[in-house]
């Protein structure tokens, strides 16, 4: 079973950048889609950015898109989140997620319920 521990978060003016890690134990790291999501007070948790497993292929949510970038690094069993020009609105939680299995659709890794295993996430908070 492959755990997730996120760190990086932490708090940043608006206009900061931050970098989020997401540590990955188990040998299956390297062969699973991974995925970013947040979770704002209130809020439902939300899509931010997905990465394939060679890291080749990502994808952002239209809110953080030329933003934030996702990269992965499968030799140290980590993911990455770096998240520049960060406006209040970033504000949340952060979890890193990964999949047991590839979807046909890049849409499909938008959705939370398909990923397998969670980080217990990281909170960011960005000040105006």
């Known amino acids: 079973q492959v755990q997730l521990v996120e760190s990086g978060g932490g708090l940043v003016q608006a206009g900061g950048s931050l970098r989020l890690s997401c540590a990955a134990s188990?040998?299956?790291?390297?062969?699973?889609?991974m995925g970013w999501f947040r979770q704002a007070p209130g809020n439902e948790r939300e899509f931010v950015a997905t990465?394939?497993?060679?890291?080749?292929?990502?994808y952002y949510a239209d809110s953080v898109e030329g933003r934030f970038t996702v990269s992965r690094d499968n030799a140290k069993n980590t993911l990455y989140l770096q998240m520049n020009n960060l406006k209040p609105e970033d504000t949340a939680v952060y979890y890193c997620?990964?999949?047991?299995?590839?979807?046909?659709?890049?849409?499909?890794?938008?959705?939370?319920?398909?990923?397998?295993?969670w980080g217990q996430g990281t909170q960011v908070t960005v000040s105006s």
């Open positions: 990465i394939d497993k060679s890291g080749s292929s990502t």
């Open positions: 997620a990964g999949t047991l299995r590839p979807y046909p659709s890049a849409a499909d890794y938008y959705i939370g319920g398909n990923y397998h295993y």
């Open positions: 188990g040998r299956t790291f390297s062969n699973n889609d």
